[in-house]
Nanobody, 121 residues
């Protein structure tokens, strides 16, 4: 079994900052990609940022220059530092990992429960 536990969401004013964290635990043999997605009201879930095991990153155009994703391979954690938040960043943010369970033959996707980020004055 795998658990992804997210933390760090909340209410912030426009222009403010938040840091999201996600920790993966369980019988994990290896983690390939870790990332963050979000779903705004009335919209489909969209990619925010991903980071590979080698540290290479990918960002949605809308967050480039404002958000920074990082990971700690030893702790199986991934963080998302969000600066310059705008109303359009309001969403539920989901942690995602592609990982290999101990004894498994294939990598699989796992999702966190989501954490609410609300940008409001």
């Amino acid at each position: 079994q795998v658990q992804l536990v997210e933390s760090g969401g909340g209410l912030v004013q426009p222009g403010g900052s938040l840091r999201l964290s996600c920790a993966a635990s369980g019988s994990i043999f290896d983690i390939n990609v870790m990332g963050w997605y979000r779903r705004s009201p009335g919209k489909k879930r969209e990619l925010v940022a991903t980071i590979n095991s080698d540290g290479s990153t990918n960002y949605a155009e809308s967050v480039k220059g404002r958000f920074t994703i990082s990971r700690d391979n030893a702790k199986n954690t991934v963080d998302l530092q969000m600066n310059g938040l705008t109303y359009e960043d309001t969403a539920v943010y989901y942690c995602n990992t592609e990982l290999l369970l101990t004894g498994a033959g294939l990598y699989d996707d796992y999702w966190g429960q989501g954490t609410q980020v609300t940008v409001s004055s």
